[in-house]
């Protein structure tokens, strides 16, 4: 059964109806705080590490089909496994050296001088050199 | 050029899907609600059309648009054109809020939507490849797939990359790479302008859905509380298929309450179609396919007068909306996508389904989630509903109480789906809780703030239930 409201229950509603809006306020100031502000903006830190390291070695590889992979190891091996697929779509880059044309991806260290297994066939600076396996089919 | 030409046509697409639920409505909430769904089911449309293209080897995809235009447009003028369709505002839904707390209400949507609008604008021009590993590693990876493979655009879905899901349904890749096609190159703007359109949809078609249920302050308020959340805005510009799930979502639910309550089948097909377009974008969308399904059937079955030939009409509608996309995602699930991992050990499922820990971490995650999903500073909104819920009014009609009873089954069994996932996840189960329940709640956030304001009143005519 519905009953009128009273004078009270009016006014508390209004009171907390106006405390609601101001939690939603509260975020509204997160959300600003949390933008990145226009004097931070930095460079795509996503273009740098992918589309314009691999632009290069792109040029050379097949328009399709499957490559190989090798990395550094540690925390940001995936990460820059994963852009380097991102980088060389529509070829699928598969992380293993057991293909005639490997990618080595080494951003933040020397390249090795040998790897093996593998020879090294060009080297097209930072960190990224293209290698060939003479034991894969 | 060639993008405004994609654009029209894609809207072009998404009006035709939408027009014949919308013939006769008139006013200004109700443009904006169809153009919502016009904009979003023609991006929908849009992926359909190019991986059809794809798949039939129809080189010029501006010539499978054309097809796709003219064969909907037929189908429009054959059928024949029924009665009109009302979607002007609920009786109920006037405000009559007090003047100092409406302009308190007015500058909060105000200052909401100016700051969503800042904080997308400058989430887009710091992150333009998607901010976060699933928008370059997944999303953005399989459009690429898609535009750069020309013939060979099967090569995406190799096994060699288990990582960037290839069984992912397609819609997010296919409609940016349908628009890649058009440009001749594979422009970072065109997921940052998708994402920011789903998003902005989103919350206007909130806005429209509520206020045809329960007038402009409810509207108001919904779409306050959605754009002052935090992690809404954070998705937005992230380039992940969350907000265009949530957009799905949110017209699934707003389609089967208007569709029910108003005791339309051609909002009901449309709601059906929702759940569809919801099942072509993320894997998720297909556990709230089935829970529209037999939370419609659940909702007849419990209420009085039940299963009637004019009800299962109804249920029957929403099914034939569905069952379009249904077919096309078998076909995808079954001759393209490689096979999911979540289903692959039925030993191992039977063991976690009897581990009864596991029950309960997730039962302790759904309730840290609950208060935190969202990002919100202080107070979490998701304890300020419920306030809000026991200090005003909440009465429904008849006919809305039955559109609701089927609203919150769907949505309530989704939720308990998710539920059963975590339960079964071959992932390592913190792992996999940590990195997507909350995603997933923010999906349902748009349809909870969609459910709740249209069942609390703000009328000050006060009545109090009891």
Same mark, same amino acid.
């Given at each position: 059964?519905?009953q009128?409201?009273?004078?009270?229950?009016?006014?508390?509603?209004?009171?907390?109806l106006?405390?609601?809006?101001?939690?939603?306020?509260?975020?509204?100031?997160?959300?600003?705080?949390?933008?990145?502000g226009?004097?931070?903006?930095?460079? !795509? !830190?996503?273009?740098?590490?992918?589309?314009?390291?691999?632009?290069?070695v792109?040029?050379?590889?097949?328009?399709?089909?499957?490559?190989?992979?090798?990395?550094?190891?540690g925390?940001?091996?995936?990460?820059?496994?994963?852009?380097?697929q991102?980088?060389?779509?529509?070829?699928?880059?598969?992380?293993?050296?057991?293909?005639k044309?490997?990618?080595?991806n080494?951003?933040?260290?020397?390249?090795?001088?040998?790897?093996?297994?593998?020879?090294?066939?060009?080297?097209?600076?930072?960190?990224?050199?293209?290698?060939?396996?003479?034991?894969?089919r | 050029?060639w993008?405004?030409?994609?654009?029209?046509?894609?809207?072009?697409?998404?009006?035709?899907?939408?027009?014949?639920?919308?013939?006769g409505?008139?006013?200004?909430?109700?443009?904006?609600?169809?153009?919502?769904?016009?904009?979003?089911?023609?991006?929908?449309?849009?992926?359909v059309?190019f991986?059809?293209?794809?798949?039939?080897?129809?080189?010029?995809?501006?010539?499978?648009? /054309?097809?796709?235009? #003219?064969?909907?447009?037929?189908? %429009?003028?054959?059928?024949? %054109?029924?009665?009109? /369709?009302?979607? $002007?505002?609920?009786? #109920?839904?006037?405000s009559?809020?007090? =003047?100092?707390l409406?302009?308190?209400?007015?500058?909060?949507?105000?200052?909401?939507?100016?700051?969503?609008?800042?904080?997308?604008?400058?989430?887009a021009?710091?992150?333009?490849?998607?901010?976060?590993?699933?928008a370059?590693?997944?999303?953005?990876?399989?459009?690429?797939?898609?535009?750069?493979g020309?013939?060979?655009? &099967?090569?995406?879905? *190799?096994?060699?990359?288990?990582? *960037?899901?290839?069984?992912?349904?397609?819609?997010?890749?296919?409609?940016?790479?349908?628009?890649?096609?058009?440009?001749?190159? $594979?422009?970072?703007a065109?997921?940052?302008?998708?994402?920011?359109?789903? #998003?902005a949809?989103?919350?206007a078609?909130?806005?429209?859905?509520?206020?045809i %249920?329960?007038g402009? $302050?409810?509207?108001? /308020?919904?779409?306050?509380?959605?754009?002052? #959340?935090?992690f809404?805005?954070?998705?937005?510009?992230?380039?992940?298929?969350?907000?265009?799930?949530?957009?799905?979502?949110?017209?699934?639910?707003?389609?089967?309450?208007?569709?029910?309550?108003r005791? *339309?089948?051609?909002?009901?097909?449309?709601?059906?179609?929702?759940?569809?377009?919801a099942?072509?974008? =993320?894997?998720?969308?297909?556990?709230?396919?089935?829970?529209? +399904?037999?939370?419609?059937?659940? @909702?007849?079955?419990?209420?009085?007068?039940?299963?009637?030939?004019?009800?299962?009409?109804?249920?029957?509608?929403?099914?034939?909306g569905?069952?379009?996309?249904?077919?096309? +995602?078998?076909?995808?699930?079954?001759?393209?996508?490689?096979?999911?991992?979540?289903?692959?050990?039925?030993?191992?499922?039977?063991?976690?389904?009897?581990?009864?820990?596991?029950?309960?971490?997730?039962?302790?995650?759904?309730?840290?989630?609950?208060?935190?999903?969202?990002g919100?500073?202080?107070?979490?909104?998701?304890?300020?509903?419920?306030?809000?819920?026991?200090?005003?009014?909440?009465?429904?009609?008849?006919?809305?109480?039955?559109?609701?009873?089927?609203?919150?089954w769907?949505?309530?069994?989704?939720?308990?789906?998710?539920f059963?996932?975590?339960?079964?996840t071959p992932?390592?189960?913190?792992?996999?809780? &940590?990195?997507s329940?909350?995603?997933?709640?923010l999906?349902a956030w748009? @349809?909870?703030l969609?459910?709740?304001?249209?069942?609390? @009143?703000?009328? *000050?005519?006060d =009545?109090?239930?009891?």
């Amino acid at each position: 059964m519905d009953q009128i409201a009273t004078g009270g229950t009016r006014r508390k509603r209004k009171l907390i109806l106006a405390i609601f809006i101001g939690c939603c306020l509260l975020s509204v100031i997160r959300i600003v705080r949390d933008a990145p502000g226009p004097s931070r903006i930095q460079l !795509d !830190d996503v273009a740098k590490r992918s589309d314009q390291r691999f632009a290069a070695v792109k040029l050379v590889l097949p328009g399709r089909g499957i490559i190989g992979y090798v990395g550094e190891n540690g925390e940001s091996s995936l990460p820059d496994y994963y852009l380097t697929q991102y980088a060389l779509a529509p070829l699928v880059v598969d992380r293993s050296i057991q293909h005639k044309f490997v990618v080595g991806n080494f951003p933040s260290l020397q390249v090795p001088s040998s790897l093996p297994g593998l020879r090294k066939v060009e080297d097209f600076g930072n960190g990224v050199v293209l290698l060939s396996n003479e034991d894969a089919r | 050029m060639w993008l405004i030409v994609a654009v029209i046509l894609c809207v072009v697409l998404g009006y035709l899907v939408v027009e014949p639920a919308s013939s006769g409505a008139r006013g200004g909430i109700a443009a904006l609600f169809y153009s919502c769904l016009a904009l979003c089911f023609g991006i929908g449309m849009f992926s359909v059309v190019f991986l059809l293209a794809r798949a039939l080897n129809i080189v010029h995809v501006f010539k499978a648009d /054309l097809m796709a235009v #003219t064969l909907l447009t037929t189908l %429009r003028l054959v059928a024949r %054109r029924r009665r009109k /369709l009302n979607l $002007d505002p609920d009786q #109920t839904s006037n405000s009559d809020l007090p =003047k100092p707390l409406r302009l308190l209400l007015i500058a909060a949507f105000a200052i909401s939507i100016c700051v969503a609008a800042y904080a997308l604008a400058v989430r887009a021009i710091a992150h333009p490849h998607g901010d976060g590993w699933d928008a370059f590693a997944i999303w953005n990876l399989h459009a690429r797939f898609l535009f750069l493979g020309e013939m060979h655009w &099967r090569d995406g879905f *190799s096994s060699l990359l288990p990582w *960037s899901h290839p069984d992912y349904p397609p819609l997010l890749p296919g409609a940016i790479a349908h628009l890649w096609t058009y440009l001749d190159s $594979d422009a970072p703007a065109v997921p940052v302008a998708l994402g920011l359109g789903f #998003t902005a949809a989103t919350a206007a078609f909130l806005y429209a859905s509520i206020a045809i %249920r329960r007038g402009h $302050d409810s509207a108001m /308020l919904g779409t306050v509380t959605l754009l002052s #959340t935090p992690f809404f805005i954070e998705q937005g510009a992230a380039q992940y298929a969350d907000i265009p799930l949530a957009f799905f979502f949110l017209a699934t639910i707003a389609l089967l309450n208007l569709g029910w309550s108003r005791g *339309s089948r051609r909002l009901l097909v449309l709601a059906g179609l929702a759940a569809g377009f919801a099942a072509w974008t =993320k894997n998720e969308g297909l556990l709230l396919l089935l829970s529209a +399904i037999i939370g419609q059937g659940l @909702s007849l079955l419990l209420e009085k007068p039940s299963v009637g030939p004019r009800n299962l009409r109804r249920l029957a509608a929403s099914c034939a909306g569905a069952a379009p996309l249904l077919v096309l +995602i078998a076909w995808y699930k079954q001759f393209l996508a490689p096979p999911g991992d979540l289903f692959a050990s039925p030993t191992s499922m039977v063991a976690k389904l009897t581990t009864f820990s596991r029950y309960w971490i997730v039962l302790q995650w759904y309730g840290k989630e609950f208060l935190r999903f969202g990002g919100w500073w202080i107070v979490p909104l998701t304890v300020a509903l419920p306030v809000l819920y026991f200090v005003f009014p909440h009465g429904q009609s008849e006919e809305h109480r039955m559109a609701l009873r089927a609203s919150i089954w769907t949505l309530g069994l989704t939720v308990m789906g998710y539920f059963a996932i975590y339960v079964i996840t071959p992932n390592e189960l913190y792992w996999h809780l &940590r990195f997507s329940l909350n995603r997933l709640f923010l999906a349902a956030w748009p @349809s909870v703030l969609f459910l709740f304001f249209s069942c609390v @009143s703000f009328r *000050s005519a006060d =009545k109090v239930s009891n």
